[in-house]
Structures are given as structure tokens and as C-alpha cells.
């Protein structure tokens, strides 16, 4: 196989690793940077040079597919071992569902007979019957090999219980600037509220979810947007259910381009016919429903929809990189995000340091970030404007940060920069401490202050601006007693103007 060179050398690491001793080994790759290409080549390797035979598990048909075509292309023989197949007894490895495997496992207490296993998106591998079939296939005397751009499970628990060794490949900037990945783009706008939307396993309610995200408003506005930045792309719409996803097919038709729907129980003739009708421009749209987001390859997207909010980093990177394969005349790639997953989970191309870990260490790096990232902003209920402060500076209503982001969804995403990025996370998270602060028993405070000390209403005013941003405009002028959370940002304020004098008498003095 040719290999790129950057390939080549982590299979070389990968090797060694099971040369010095490692018997289950994590190679850890960007999205799009070929793990099935570096999978196959391992395996096309051990079989020339030890003899081993291989058994590929993967978890979706599409996986199985395209892991089939890869060794093929390493001039291998795969017997396909699934549902709808008949094993090719000339074969010389296999690659199968792992559903498959384990229900014939089940039934015969025999397994194909291979020494080197190896699994497709091995963050899964913490579920049960991937555990049951490694724990088996290790006790016979067999090496692991697992491959992921994500190496830990959906609700942020390290894969070190499994694997010995990771093996990391480059990070995404790198293989951006190298062109071997396309740059990502975004749009973002202000996100619909799922704070009522339970959680099960560390990941929404799927249920919930879907009833929160298929409105009509929400839908509508996917729509615009699109219309609007993406018209010319061909798209996958990540939706956040069967339902919400077809009714965004519906809408896509009502607007004259072509889109189709998938969900899990889309036949496969339909769901290959779509894959080539993608590619030939015949379908531009792909509307689908916990189908597409890791593994498959659709090379020629440029341009996510991600409609699904997310707890999880390896859901939302696997779902957004499917955009970020190289293809020819494709120079970049868009991401709009009306799920708040950026503002959540960073940007595509952020540095992750990853980590073999048997708990939530990475993820847990992440915890504040994420937390002050769900605030949903509002508008103001006299003017409509979007507030960045609790008193809304353009018509100087105060206002409490409560709300549904649903009746303030606004028609237009808007573009953002790597810079936009910091200073919106800086302003979310001053606006997740506003939420809990009353402007008017905040002014009050400083107004009972004012008369403690003989000041005018102003310094009050200016005493409130430091802490909002804004002028109390629309606050009674009714001084009363300071909460302690108010005396103490005043005495913050004082020793700031305190030190602040004494460091310029000092620099006065030895000029």
C-alpha cells in the first residue's frame, strides 16, 4: 500500500510497541487522517512477517464495507462476516459486525480463528460485547490493536483498562497546514435551551432532545441558514432524532433542493444509493439520525449542520470531522453549529492532548468550559433586543436571566473567528455569573452605600456600571441595606483604587 509518510512512521511505532512487549495497542488519529488505511497495512504486515490472521470488528455495515475495501486494497482476501453474508472460506483474515461475531459466538462457543484483533472506533470497545470478545480472543494468546481519533468512551472514561500502550498521530493544525485535512469554518448562533433535558449514561435524552430541537422555529431557521451561507455545498444535517431529521428532509424539498433522509433502519440498497448520489451531486442534502457520525467516509461534504447538542467531545468530533477529508476542488469546509457544540467543546482544530486514562482525567479538563458554555442568552421583552447584560442597554429594561432560547433564536448565524472564540467564552462566563446577581438590589446596594459615605447617586451609577457594563437605566433610585456580596466587590473596588494610587505616587517618586 502507499502510505503517507506520517503513516508509515506510526505504524512503525506500533510496531515496535508490540515488538517490546505490548499486547494491546491504541493508535490514536485525527479524523480523516486514514487509521483504516494504517489498520489494513498493520494487518497485510503481521501476515507476511508473523504469520498472524486478522479479525477486523466494527460496529456499523458501512464500517465493515469500507474496512473490507481497504484490505483489498492491501492485497488482502477478507471473508465479510455479517448479516446477509456467506464467509468466504479462500479468505485470509476477516473483518465482521461485531453483533455478528458475538451472536455466532453465542450459538457455536467458537470464534474465527485469528491472533490479531483488531477494532474499528475503539472508543465503543468499553461496551459489553466488545469486552467479552477481547477478554476471548487475549486469553488465546491473540494481540489488540484499536483505532480511534477519540480514545476514550461517550461519557469521558479512559480506555486504559483495555489497552497497554497509545500511539498518537499528529495533531489536526498540523495535518491542516500539511494538507492532508481541510480547515473548518463556523457559524453559531444562540442555541436552543435543553436545560430541562434529562441525562442518561452522561449524554441527552435522545427523546427529549428530539422534542426540544424539531420546532418549527428551530427548523426553519437550519433552513434560512443554510439557504443563506451553504446553498452552494453539498451537506450532512446531523438531526436529533428520526423525527427532527425528516421533517428537516421535508422542509429542504419545500425549498427546491434535493435531500434525503437515513436512519438506523434505512435498508442498505438505499442507504448505498444515497452514498453514491451524494457523491455525484444528485442529492445535496443528507439528512440523518445517529447514522453518520463516525467511521464512514463521505469525502466530498463540505459543509456540517450540527442540529444535535452533545455532552460528549467524541460524539461532536466524530460527527463535525466528517466534513474535514481532503477531496479534489474542495478547499475548506463550513460548520453550522445551531447546537452550541462549539461554545460546549472548543473548536475542531483545538490541540487535545490526549491521554491513556482509566477515568475521567481528560474530560474533566473540560468540565468548566463546558459549564459556563450552556448559558442561553435572551432578549429583551420590550424591544427584542439580544442582551449581553442583565439591563438591556438599549432601552434600559432590567432583566433576569430566564428564558427559552426557542422565542429568541435569531434568523442569522453569524461568523466567528478564532478570536471571536475567546471572547465570547469570557463573556458567556460573565454572563453565568450575572444570572444569579438582581441588577436592582445590586444598585440599591450601592445607593445605601453612597448615603453611608456622603456620595452622589452618580458614583452609585458608575459603582453599578463597573460591575455590569452598563448604566442602571430603568432601576429605581431606592438606596436599602448592602447585601455582603455587594459590600465585598465594594471593598475589592476601594483596595484596587488604593493600590492602584499607591503604585503611581511610587513610580512619581522615582521619576
Sequence with gaps: MNLWPFQLEINRQVWRAFRDGAKAVLLQAACGSGKTVMGAHLIQMRKEHKQETAIVLAHRREIVYQTARKLEDAGLRPSILMAGHIPDSWGNCYVGSVDTVWSDFKRTKTLPDAL???IDECHRAGASRYVKLIKEYREAGGLLLGLTATPMRQDGVGLADIFDVMVRGPETAWLIDQGY?????????IVPDVSGVKLVAGEYNQGQLEAVMNQRLLVGDIVENWLLHAKDRKTMIFASGVKHSMYLMNEFIAAGISAVHVDGQTDKAIRDEVFDKSESGEIQVICNAQVYIEGVDFPWIDCVVDAQPTKSLTRYLQKNWRAGRAYPGKKNFLVMDHANNVYVHGRLETPRDWELCKG????????VQRKKSEKVQIR?????FILHSPVCYNCGTPMQMVGKAKDFLPGVLVEMTEGEYEERMERVALQQEQAALNPQEWYSGFLGIAEERGKTRGWAAFRFKLKFGDWPRGLKDI?????????RYDTYQRMKFIKGKQKAEKQAATA
Excluded: M, N, W
Excluded at 360 to 367: N, S, T
Excluded at 479 to 487: D, L, S
Design 181 to 189: 485535512l481541510c480547515a473548518p469554518s463556523y457559524r453559531v448562533g
Design 479 to 487: 438606596p436599602a441595606e448592602p447585601t455582603p456580596q455587594v459590600r
Design 116 to 118: 490479531f484483533l483488531v
Design 360 to 367: 475521567k482525567e481528560q474530560i474533566d479538563k473540560l468540565a
Design 380 to 384: 429583551c421583552h420590550v424591544c427584542g
